[in-house]
């Protein structure tokens, strides 16, 4: 790597490889072998999501770890596969309530990725349930899941129709969750908040169901639409979490050389070229990953793309790799940048700028007419000081 990174990054890094092999056994030898603050590697472990593959690597190679971070490292593992495990049953539960209902829904990530990447649901960490559904389907799918058990957190429940209406063009997504079990479904009737992110006219006709328990299972994206989702969704977020690339890299070990090219060639006819681009790189780069070197000869010249995963990289290792940069002052501007980078069409870039310059608060602040709300980009600034001038203005609490 011509990078610094920490010993304790490497190490990450080094786990993080999939699937097990000679090659991820010195890769964590020789991470190990450094002078390590394992507390520092195990904080980096949990912020980057990859407990599990943690365990795993430092279990089938054992190197030297200190013993109280064995323990430590092997409760959250073994808490990780009780939650996963919740999480496919309660996953299956809800395809079945959907099929019965005659509603389609498909699985975003979660265990139907943890099985078609590791092959197991026990390695790759999940907070929720993703389900997508046909925009024109959302409110009966919001009424399923009402009487499944959940209720919605996310907007507030309070919050009055009026302004739901009002906000629901800005989000992708609805946060439920189920008081009795804590499992969170975030339903989605997009995955993107830009609209123009990614082709999705295939996600129906290509999509599988992938078995879970016997012959049991969820219905998720196709190969073409995963790898080129998983793409997109990392490079938005800038990939500032290594196991977003983790599970990438898992997919593509499982997928032949020729297949690597099909899988390129098909994200760029979705409009993910870039971002299929820059996760390849960091692939090879971070997790040493075999690609043919003719798939890597333009993205390498590229300086774009140089730039991208630059900025991939910088995000990952903020605060030597502990820290997301959403806690740091001004650790997302490079990454908010980046994403403008990622697709060169108008449409894109002038929705992306929505995404950005767009905010909800605005919105419920000074609602505009439909033909008018161009004009929040603009007003974005203006509001911004507004309140906080108005903050300012406010008198102190007094405490009883």
């Known amino acids: 790597m011509a990078r610094a990174y920490s010993p304790e990054f490497l190490l990450a890094t080094a786990c993080a490889m999939w699937p097990p092999s000679d090659r991820r056994t010195a890769a964590i030898h020789n991470a190990a072998a450094r002078p390590l603050d394992w507390s520092r590697f195990l904080g980096l472990a949990y912020r980057h999501q990859i407990i599990g593959l943690a ?8 190197p030297d770890v200190p013993t109280a971070i064995v323990r430590d490292i092997e409760q959250k593992a073994m808490a990780l596969i009780r939650e996963n495990l919740a999480m496919a049953r309660e996953a299956l539960r809800l395809q079945s309530l959907f099929d019965d209902a005659d509603l389609p829904v498909m699985f975003i990530k979660g265990a139907a990725l943890a099985v078609l990447a590791f092959g197991n649901l026990g390695l790759r960490s999940g907070q929720d349930i993703d389900l997508l559904v046909p925009p024109e389907r959302l409110t009966e799918a919001t009424a ?14 309070d919050i009055s129709d009026t302004k739901l209406r009002l906000i629901m063009p800005l989000r992708k997504d609805l946060g439920f969750i189920n008081r009795a079990t804590g499992v969170r479904i975030e339903l989605h009737w997009r995955l993107f908040l830009n609209p123009h992110a990614m082709d999705d006219s295939s996600f129906r006709t290509m999509s599988r169901v992938v078995p879970l328990c016997g012959t049991a299972g969820v219905r998720t994206l196709g190969d073409e639409d995963l790898f080129a989702y998983l793409c997109m969704h990392g490079a938005l977020h800038w990939w500032n979490r290594l196991k977003w690339l983790a599970d990438l890299n898992a997919l593509l070990a499982c997928t032949p050389e020729h297949g690597i090219e099909r899988l390129l060639q098909s994200a760029e006819a979705r409009g993910v070229g870039r971002a299929a681009a820059q996760a390849l790189l960091l692939c090879r780069t971070l997790l040493q990953t075999p690609l043919p070197a003719s798939l890597m000869a333009a993205p390498d010249k590229s300086v774009t793309m140089r730039w991208l995963v630059a900025t991939a990289l910088k995000a990952m290792t903020t605060g030597q790799g502990e820290h997301d940069p959403h806690e740091v002052r001004f ?3 490079r990454g908010s940048l980046s994403t403008f980078l990622l697709n060169r069409r108008w449409r894109y870039q002038l929705a992306e700028l929505g995404v950005h310059f767009t905010n909800p608060t605005d919105v419920l602040a000074v609602p505009l007419p439909q033909p ?28 009883s």
């Open 55 to 62: 365990h795993h690597g430092l279990t089938h190679t054992r």
């Open 331 to 333: 650790g997302t501007t």
């Open 372 to 399: 008018l709300q161009f004009l929040y980009p603009a007003l974005r600034l203006p509001l911004w000081a507004w309140r906080h001038a108005k903050k300012k203005k406010m008198p102190p609490k007094l405490w």
């Open 144 to 157: 399923l899941i009402l009487r499944a058990g959940y209720s919605r957190f996310d907007p507030a429940p």
